[in-house]
T-cell receptor, first 115, second 114 residues
């Protein structure tokens, strides 16, 4: 069985500061991993995904995530936060043997950015 | 291209009533998924259509939920009769046939059962 744990339901950073959103996973097979973002009143948008190629994955809007098998982690980072990054972020995992659309999500982390 | 469209955006119904949610996927997307987020909980997979066929309905909570995708275009999710615990946001997503195609999500339908 697969599962995802996102540490911290709320994270607050100052504009220009480092953004670090934590995600740990559990999977019996090498997983596919995803980060999605949800802006207010919108649907989820894919930020980036790991599918067993490079362990450092670059996504949209300056975000990146590193797959660390030894730590079973896939933390999301951005060097400098913008006000427009305020949103809810979801880490998700899927089984490569199945459909990529059958995702298991974490509970989400709301990111606030202070001016 | 038009995105995934969900209707209605909000629905408030009383316990015991019936509600039907609709999802229009991106044109040409064979894969269609339904997800649900109950307040304070994770977003959970409900089911997956490939064209008009149910590929995986392992996440459907119980037989009060009925999903259809007649003709392989839009999909409906009916809840009958609705219970209080059905409240939440129901998301629809679609993707192309290719295995690594990304999911495109709709804005969701917020269902409140009182």
């Amino acid at each position: 069985a697969q599962s995802v744990t996102q540490l911290g339901s709320h994270v607050s950073v100052s504009e220009g500061a480092l953004v670090l959103l934590r995600c740990n996973y559990s999977s019996s097979v090498p997983p596919y991993l995803f980060w999605y973002v949800q802006y207010p009143n919108q649907g989820l948008q894919l930020l980036l995904k790991y599918t067993s190629a490079a362990t450092l994955v670059k996504g949209i809007n300056g975000f990146e995530a590193e797959f660390k098998k030894s730590e079973t982690s896939f933390h999301l980072t951005k060097p400098s936060a913008h006000m427009s990054d305020a949103a809810e972020y979801f880490c998700a995992v899927s089984d490569p043997r199945g459909s990529q659309g059958n995702l298991i999500f974490g509970k989400g982390t709301k990111l606030s950015v202070k001016p | 291209e038009a995105g995934v469209t969900q209707f209605p955006s909000h629905s408030v119904i009383e316990k015991g009533q019936t509600v039907t949610l609709r999802c229009d996927p991106i044109s040409g997307h064979d894969n269609l998924y339904w997800y649900r987020r109950v307040m304070g909980k994770e977003i959970k997979f409900l089911l997956h259509f490939v064209k008009e066929s149910k590929q995986d309905e392992s996440g459907m909570p119980n037989n009060r939920f009925l999903a259809e995708r007649t003709g392989g275009t839009y999909s409906t999710l009916k809840v009958q009769p609705a219970e209080l615990e059905d409240s939440g946001v129901y998301f629809c997503a679609s993707s192309q046939e290719l295995r690594d195609s990304p999911l495109h999500f709709g804005n969701g339908t917020r269902l409140t059962v009182t």
